[in-house]
């Protein structure tokens, strides 16, 4: 069965840095696009990047130019690199595949931004 699972989330301060991984396993990995969303409390759950089966990206307006997304084949690993961190990122964030008509989720893993 299709399983996604994140980690790397944790504490941070503004201006510092995290990297999220989600590593996948049930499906072929390297044919699917792939997503991170995130939720904070009180709001509802947004797309923050996603990247293509070849690679292509394309991210939220919030995080361009501080959030990079990317994928290792070989690995069935999606990363968010997340950088210059605010403290209106803290969220939790998900891993997202959509398969058919399907959307599968990650547990989450939670992600603060604080002093």
């Known amino acids: 069965q299709v399983q996604l699972v994140e980690s790397g989330g944790g504490l941070a301060q503004p201006g510092g840095s995290l990297r999220l991984s989600c590593v996948a396993s049930?499906?072929?990995?390297?044919?699917?696009?792939m997503r991170w969303y995130r939720q904070a409390p009180g709001k509802e759950r947004e797309l923050v990047a996603g990247?293509?089966?070849?690679?292509?990206?394309n991210s939220a307006d919030s995080v361009k130019g501080r959030f990079t997304i990317s994928r290792d084949n070989a690995k069935n690993t999606v990363y968010l690199q997340m950088n210059n961190l605010k403290p209106e990122d803290t969220a939790v964030y998900y891993c997202?595949?959509?398969?058919?008509?399907?959307?599968?989720w990650g547990q989450g893993t939670q992600v603060t931004v604080s002093s």
């Open positions: 049930g499906f072929t990995f390297s044919r699917y696009p």
């Open positions: 990247i293509t089966s070849g690679g292509r990206t």
């Open positions: 997202n595949v959509g398969i058919w008509d399907k959307d599968y």
